[in-house]
């Protein structure tokens, strides 16, 4: 028995007996190849190799990252296998009057791998694959019998029932909850289960909430998880450059959007972007270390000598001088569009 499906978050499964996988589908394939094409444009030939591979490395890393447990090592490769392509394209534009030879003892080091200044083109096709399979008894089918549904093996992870009044809620509870364990054999978690309001209650890391228009937003359970973990990769003790922080940030910011980024409050999205530059300018900050070194930075990045003489010589904090006129001057948002840092808003959901 064959058949094939397609999922909504980038993924289609194909089955063939009692074991079914997942793979890349077509559509995401088609959106990475078009993302990577944007990125190497005849229009971008003003850039160095060094910010083109910044730019396209966290995308990279992010979709392998993302379809790493799916029957698609031959697409991962064939990913890494257009890009460079595409990057070979981009440096013939760049350098037309150079031959092949001379762009890849400068840019390839002899080899075949593009780099500049220690940063290398990433290859997908060097993510370990993990494949995950479905085993049961039966594969649930849309045409079986309804004699042919008692043997197949069927499991939820969550699900949402939706009631008129707070007494009916109480009452299909208990009466799903029967059915559950009384006739399907099943556990019920009852720490997760519970009555209550649309936007009291999340539903796969979402809430409904109310007002001249229903939206779906992201809860906040999940908002304080990710707070958590951004906290942890942008530590100012890591004792790393501020390029590695944002190469290992990027991973998890490109996989949280591809789950959450299709909420209706972009308002969330565009605060958490810049609760995030906030931190990686407190870490640059802390990297400066002493008032020497900050002052002569400072003016470097064209502050004026008053204003960077008093942010020097204050008494707060690093993290109450990244909100500071002088910083935010010296390290505007076009400097982490430069290093490459992913952001959460993007034209769809702005």
């Known amino acids: 028995m064959f058949f094939r499906s397609f999922l909504r978050n980038g993924r289609s499964i194909i089955g063939l007996g009692p074991v079914a996988w997942t793979y890349p589908s077509k559509k995401s394939l088609e959106a990475i190849k078009h993302k990577i094409k944007s990125l190497t444009t005849k229009s971008t030939t003003h850039l160095s190799l060094k910010v083109l591979l910044i730019r396209i490395n966290p995308v990279l890393r992010g979709w392998a990252a993302h379809f790493r447990y799916d029957a698609g090592k031959r697409t991962l490769g064939y990913v890494g296998h257009y890009t460079w392509w595409r990057v070979y394209r981009w440096l013939r534009k760049k350098h037309p009057k150079r031959t092949w030879r001379y762009l890849r003892d400068r840019y390839c080091g002899g080899q075949w791998n593009f780099q500049d200044q220690g940063i290398e083109l990433f ?31 069927r499991y939820a992870n969550d699900c949402n029932i939706c009631v008129r009044s707070e007494r009916a809620g109480h009452r299909v509870m208990e009466c799903v909850s029967n059915f559950i364990t009384g ?168």
């Open 123 to 153: 290859r997908p096709s060097q993510v370990k694959v993990e494949r995950y399979r479905y085993r049961g008894q039966r594969i649930l089918l849309p045409w079986m019998e309804p004699e042919e549904l008692g043997q197949v093996g």
């Open 183 to 350: 006739k399907l054999k099943l556990k019920v978690n009852q720490s997760k289960s519970r009555i209550g309001r649309p936007w009291e209650c999340k539903f796969l890391g979402f809430r409904i909430i109310a007002g001249r228009k229903t939206k779906r937003s992201i809860a906040p359970v999940v908002l304080a998880r990710f707070k958590d973990r951004v906290r942890e990769l942008t530590r100012r003790t890591r004792g790393v450059t501020i390029q590695q922080m944002i190469e290992q940030l990027n991973l998890y910011l490109i996989g949280w959007r591809g789950c959450f980024g299709f909420c209706e409050t972009p308002s969330v999205l565009k605060q958490l972007d810049s609760w995030i530059r906030r931190r990686l300018r407190s870490v640059v900050w802390k990297q400066w270390k002493r008032g020497k070194k900050r002052f002569a930075k400072l003016r470097k990045r064209g502050v004026n000598k008053d204003l960077a003489a008093q942010t020097v010589g204050s008494a707060h904090g690093p993290w109450r001088i990244s909100r500071s006129p002088a910083l935010s001057y010296a390290l505007p948002d076009a400097y982490f569009d430069t290093l490459g840092l992913a952001k959460l808003i993007n034209r769809l959901n702005a």
